[in-house]
């Protein structure tokens, strides 16, 4: 069962009657680009199937009540809320999310007339998979829907515009220092592309990503190895970024040039050298990618997706025991390229194979986590699917 049918049946069973719309959203996985789209660079994310559902019903009454079932079967309940009293902080926890875009959403001038809201998704939580960011642009299309601001009608905000009101949501509200990457992407990726996005202009481009037709598969593996944004070094690695921009006297670290990467590192203090290598050749990495990519050359980028991980685990220091270990048991067992994906300190990695080798690499990977006595990882194939839209319940 989708999750739009589940949420619109829990929402039936929650509120008495049937909702008037139901939105979703995906999470995604970052093919490359990580920790490139704060400093104004490049990524290349594509979304996964597994995505999050809300059932809506616009109130008039300029209250928000929100609702979710947990993994246990339990309903969650926060509200109902004024959205007048909505403030950083309050309501807390996982309400965070969506009341943060409602808050956002007021800032920007949207105006709502108060909502209820029924929340189920599949995409996993706490695994660098944006489950996130895929509540909350699911929120933001539900709730401009009461607004009369739905992206199907005349008067609807553009997806860009959206982007950045759930990223301050995210942000500002529930206090994750994130970039753009992960609402973009969730907004706008469509069926079997990646997406080029170029955070400074704002410029996308759907470049096509079919595995399948290249003899190829991408492998998702969710260590199960928790992260959280906001507690990790996330944003610590993001003001060392801004000071590195100081430093060098650059709007973002964008704006250094592979040719000129040795003359910046040497106008660097030593513990900011490292930082300031991984975004310039992460971002060499994806224009690499990308042109493969449009040649339909998808082999040839296993060996960007590798470096891409040696850097962020070395230059960046965002990886994880867990992620190492999944990269190396995938790269020793067949493994066209693998890496980790997302912001990092857990989560999870993804691998480029052979459809032929995925019996072996993921026995390598089990066998690898059992013997250094971690909870085994969640393992599937993904392909690239559409971003976040309405959706229609069928019966």
Not at 189 to 206: I, M, N, P, Y
């Amino acid at each position: 069962m989708s999750a739009a049918t589940r949420a619109a049946d829990a929402f039936v069973a929650e509120y008495g009657h049937t909702p008037d719309s139901i939105w979703s959203a995906p999470g995604r996985v970052n093919l490359i680009g990580d920790h490139t789209d704060y400093n104004d660079g490049y990524v290349l994310p594509f979304a996964l199937p597994q995505r999050t559902a809300v059932a809506v019903s616009p109130r008039g009454d300029g209250q928000l009540s929100m609702a979710t079932v947990g993994s246990d079967g339990g309903v969650q309940r926060s509200g109902p809320v004024a959205l007048a009293d909505l403030t950083p902080g309050s309501p807390d926890g996982w309400a965070a999310y969506p009341a943060g875009v409602a808050w956002a959403l007021n800032g920007a001038g949207i105006r709502l007339p108060g909502a209820d809201l029924m929340i189920m998704g599949d995409v996993p939580t706490g695994a660098g998979l944006s489950s996130s960011a895929a509540l909350e642009c699911a929120v933001g299309l539900a709730l401009l829907d009461t607004a009369g601001r739905s992206p199907d009608g005349a008067d609807a905000p553009s997806m860009s515009e959206l982007a950045r009101w759930t990223q301050r949501a995210e942000n500002e509200f529930a206090g994750a220092p994130t970039g753009l990457l992960d609402q973009t992407a969730s907004l706008t990726c469509t069926q079997a592309h990646a997406l080029f996005f170029d955070v400074r202009s704002g410029k996308t481009e759907q470049v096509p990503f079919n595995a399948s037709a290249a003899g190829l598969e991408v492998l998702v593996i969710d260590t199960r190895s928790q992260h959280s944004h906001s507690e990790s070094g996330y944003g610590e690695r993001r003001r060392a970024c801004a000071r590195a921009t100081e430093l060098l006297g650059v709007e973002a670290l964008r704006d250094i040039a592979g040719t000129d990467l040795d003359s910046a590192l040497r106008r660097l203090p030593g513990e900011l050298q490292p930082l300031v290598r991984h975004v310039v050749t992460e971002n060499d990495r994806v224009l690499a990618t990308v042109d493969k990519l449009r040649s339909n050359e998808l082999t040839a980028i296993g060996a960007m997706l590798t470096a891409s991980h040696i850097s962020l685990r070395d230059d960046y220091r965002v990886s994880s025991p867990e992620l190492d270990l999944t990269v190396d048991a995938a790269l020793e067992s067949g493994a066209v390229g693998a890496r980790m994906t997302g912001g990092g300190f857990g989560g999870s990695a993804i691998a480029l194979i052979h459809p032929e080798h995925r019996d072996d690499i993921e026995r390598t990977i089990l066998e690898a986590f059992r013997n250094h006595e971690l909870p085994a990882p969640r393992l599937f194939t993904t392909t690239p699917a559409s971003g976040a839209g309405r959706d229609q319940v069928r019966r």
